[in-house]
């Protein structure tokens, strides 16, 4: 079994659409989780940190459920530059983090 | 802001060839890290070293190994390269082992083509 298990989508909405991504992790003793995101050809750069009281950066809230071991990424009012991969990354596990496989996101006009 | 340069964007060699990739970082972050990364399989952890001289072999070692000799430089080290080590290969950078709440931060990636 993967240590983090992402859906890859593709997901394809429309702009000004909500649109919600989910990540399960195996291990239930991680302790720091993250979203980033990768455009194509381009190196994975941080989205935003996952809080255990959830938190918000603009149209981005990310959300952590601890008793069913996965985090979530709500995107509102989505714009056709949000189109790329979202990988969620869990952790500490020995120094290591573990990257999902990423959701591939995209906005159509 | 963290900056984190490796060396070549863009890498072709030759199967049997001995590959150096190398990655340095501004930020005197302790923790470095080597992923490759393939369609379909995502990141995964080659070796990680959190300080120098020191390093810790990820889930896919085999082929690889590293050299930390100075904080900011960690280097990749193909010994005898195969074509089915043609990957992206990203380097990323982390404060401190202690500090697990701090993202990793990112290199440009190399994409080497083995032939």
């Known amino acids: 079994r993967k240590e983090v298990e992402q859906d890859p989508g593709p997901f394809n909405v429309p702009e000004g659409a909500t649109v919600a991504f989910n990540c399960t992790y195996s291990?239930?003793?991680?302790?720091?989780f993250f979203w980033y995101r990768q455009d194509c050809r381009k190196e994975p750069k941080l989205l935003m940190s996952?809080?255990?009281s959830g938190n918000e950066d603009g149209r981005f809230t990310a959300q952590l459920n601890r008793a069913s071991q996965y985090i979530s990424l709500l995107i509102r009012d989505s714009k056709l530059s949000d189109s790329a991969t979202y990988l969620c990354?869990?952790?500490?596990?020995?120094?290591?983090?573990?990257f999902g496989s990423g959701t591939k996101l995209n906005v159509k006009p | 802001d963290v900056k984190v340069t490796q060396s070549s964007r863009y890498l072709v060699k030759r199967t049997g060839e001995k590959v150096f990739l190398e990655c340095v970082q501004d930020?005197?972050?302790?923790?470095m890290f080597w992923y490759r990364q393939d369609p379909g399989l995502g990141l995964r952890l080659i070796y990680f070293?959190?300080?120098?001289?020191?390093?810790e072999k990820g889930d896919i070692p085999e082929g690889y190994s590293v050299s930390r000799e100075k904080k900011e430089r960690f280097s990749l080290i193909l010994e005898s390269a195969s074509t089915n080590q043609t990957s992206m290969y990203l380097c990323?950078?982390?404060?401190?082992?202690?500090?697990?709440?701090?993202?990793?931060?990112f290199g440009d990636g190399t994409r080497l083509s083995i032939l």
């Open positions: 291990n239930s003793a991680s302790q720091s």
């Open positions: 990323a950078s982390s404060p401190s082992p202690s500090d697990y709440n701090q993202p990793q931060h």
């Open positions: 996952v809080y255990s």
């Open positions: 070293s959190y300080d120098v001289k020191m390093k």
């Open positions: 930020m005197d972050h302790e923790n």
């Open positions: 990354v869990v952790g500490p596990y020995f120094n290591k983090f573990y």
